[in-house]
DNA sequence: GTCGTGATAGCCT
DNA sequence: GGCTATCACGACG
């Protein structure tokens, strides 16, 4: 069996929108000493830039968001609400602030590695369904703002065979603050996937 | 199963 | 000082 291709730069830096919807399907890998995991990503997010109300960058550059603002294919991670993290791909061309949100993914390999990182899990569901429970189960926390994400190293995405399925695009989750821009449908998931995060089906 | 609420701290005004 | 790209838990039934 041939080694699936990691996702080069060039698939980052385009259309964010595009990029949130190809990355359904797609392999989330992170290597870590204690071994491989990975998932299936299932439900994304894009964020477009500085007119996008929801997204970091419409504030104007800040050490925090700063990664937005570079290269594409670089992971950008922020804590959130005082407990989590939360997992994106930078996007576009650098300079141009976008990136897509990871909210979801279906555990492949290292489950195990999961479940010790996310004791609380009750369900496998509960694994990954979520960007702060995938970030738990995944061990991603700040020390991983700015990885490249095109190479292998601690975190990158890897191709996958096309597997068939629908895509379902909604409106954003827990953006109602964005004006004009909340209900944007520019979140997108994989249609009946089980593993999608817990607020799926609202729309 | 669904619903409401509290936790908790970094970030920006 | 207010807000946040969330989650877990307990109260229901």
Same mark, same amino acid.
């Given at each position: 069996m041939k080694e699936p291709d990691v996702l080069p730069r060039s698939f980052y830096a385009r259309d964010t929108i595009d990029v949130a919807k190809k990355l359904l399907g797609k392999v989330l890998v992170r290597d870590t000493p204690a071994g491989r995991i990975s998932v299936r990503i299932v439900e994304t997010e894009?964020?477009?830039?500085?007119?996008?109300?929801a997204c970091h960058a419409s504030r104007g550059r800040t050490e925090r968001n700063g990664v937005m603002f570079g290269e594409p294919g670089h992971a950008y991670v922020y804590f959130i609400y005082g407990m989590y993290h939360c997992l994106n791909f930078v996007t576009e061309r650098d300079g141009y602030p976008a990136a897509v949100l990871v909210r979801a993914g279906e555990p492949l390999e290292g489950v195990e590695a999961m479940r010790a990182l996310r004791r609380k899990a009750k369900k496998p569901v509960d694994l990954t369904s979520g960007p702060g429970r995938l970030c738990m189960a995944l061990g991603i926390d700040r020390a991983l703002n700015g990885a490249d994400v095109c190479r292998k190293g601690p975190l990158y995405v890897e191709d996958s065979e096309d597997a068939v399925f629908e895509v379902v695009s909604s409106k954003r989750i827990g953006v109602d603050y964005a004006?004009?821009? $909340?209900?944007?449908?520019? $979140?997108f998931y994989i249609k009946g996937s089980p593993f999608v995060s817990v607020r799926a089906d609202k729309n």
């Amino acid at each position: 069996m041939k080694e699936p291709d990691v996702l080069p730069r060039s698939f980052y830096a385009r259309d964010t929108i595009d990029v949130a919807k190809k990355l359904l399907g797609k392999v989330l890998v992170r290597d870590t000493p204690a071994g491989r995991i990975s998932v299936r990503i299932v439900e994304t997010e894009a964020y477009c830039g500085p007119r996008d109300k929801a997204c970091h960058a419409s504030r104007g550059r800040t050490e925090r968001n700063g990664v937005m603002f570079g290269e594409p294919g670089h992971a950008y991670v922020y804590f959130i609400y005082g407990m989590y993290h939360c997992l994106n791909f930078v996007t576009e061309r650098d300079g141009y602030p976008a990136a897509v949100l990871v909210r979801a993914g279906e555990p492949l390999e290292g489950v195990e590695a999961m479940r010790a990182l996310r004791r609380k899990a009750k369900k496998p569901v509960d694994l990954t369904s979520g960007p702060g429970r995938l970030c738990m189960a995944l061990g991603i926390d700040r020390a991983l703002n700015g990885a490249d994400v095109c190479r292998k190293g601690p975190l990158y995405v890897e191709d996958s065979e096309d597997a068939v399925f629908e895509v379902v695009s909604s409106k954003r989750i827990g953006v109602d603050y964005a004006g004009e821009y $909340r209900d944007k449908p520019w $979140r997108f998931y994989i249609k009946g996937s089980p593993f999608v995060s817990v607020r799926a089906d609202k729309n």
